[in-house]
């Protein structure tokens, strides 16, 4: 008996062993993703967006050169940008993954299954769904059978107020050390 015993508090030694270090290698894991930041950056690098490795949005830049564009396609330039952003998150936490836990280690092979299905591959880019706006306009002479607009008359000038008369100072007046008359 006394071997079997032995036996037992070896192996359960043994579990509590590796429990911990399973424990450390997933605490190490979670230490390394906790800091971990995407950024993406638009083509014409007007907007650019950081989530972090839980995928939330953590900061927001649009330069002034978009305030040309529609806000209906900066917006959209945003929501691309975070999709984007947040499907490269899978692929950090397997390298991280890698580095701490190991790549044979079915619970955090798990974790990287669900990130990828929480944040997949946003589809491609599709065509420009708001075409630049013409920033050159031809005007031909086929183009000018409307009458010229003349432009709208001017408004009234508002009714004047008749000033007061102004009064005028006898010459023999003595206020004349300071400027004029303190009451008037």
């Known amino acids: 008996m006394p071997d ?3 036996a037992s508090d070896a192996m359960i030694d043994n579990w509590t062993k590796r429990l911990e270090e399973n424990a450390a290698r997933y605490q190490a894991l979670a230490d390394r993703m ?3 930041t995407v950024t993406e950056r638009s083509k014409d690098g007007t907007v650019q967006v950081t989530v972090d490795s839980r995928g939330l949005l953590k ?4 330069a002034e050169t978009a305030a040309g564009k529609r806000m209906a396609e900066v917006s959209a330039q945003v929501m691309q940008l ?3 952003a947040q499907a490269r998150i899978p692929e950090l936490l397997q390298q ?3 580095e701490t836990t190991g790549t044979g280690d079915q619970a955090a092979a798990e974790i990287v299954r669900e990130a990828q299905s929480t944040f997949p591959e946003p589809p491609p880019e599709p065509e420009p769904a708001f075409p630049e706006p013409d920033r050159v306009r031809r005007f031909l002479p086929e183009d000018t059978e ?3 607009r003349t432009p709208p008359p001017a408004p009234p000038a508002p009714p004047q107020q008749p000033q007061p008369p102004r009064r ?3 010459a023999d007046d003595d206020d004349d050390d300071f400027g004029g008359p303190i009451l008037s």
Request: proline fraction near 14%.
């Open 82 to 84: 975070v999709q984007r």
């Open 146 to 148: 409307e009458p010229p």
């Open 96 to 98: 991280a993954m890698t």
């Open 168 to 170: 005028r100072r006898p």
């Open 34 to 36: 906790q800091g971990q």
């Open 59 to 62: 900061n927001l830049v649009i």
């Open 4 to 6: 079997s015993i032995d």
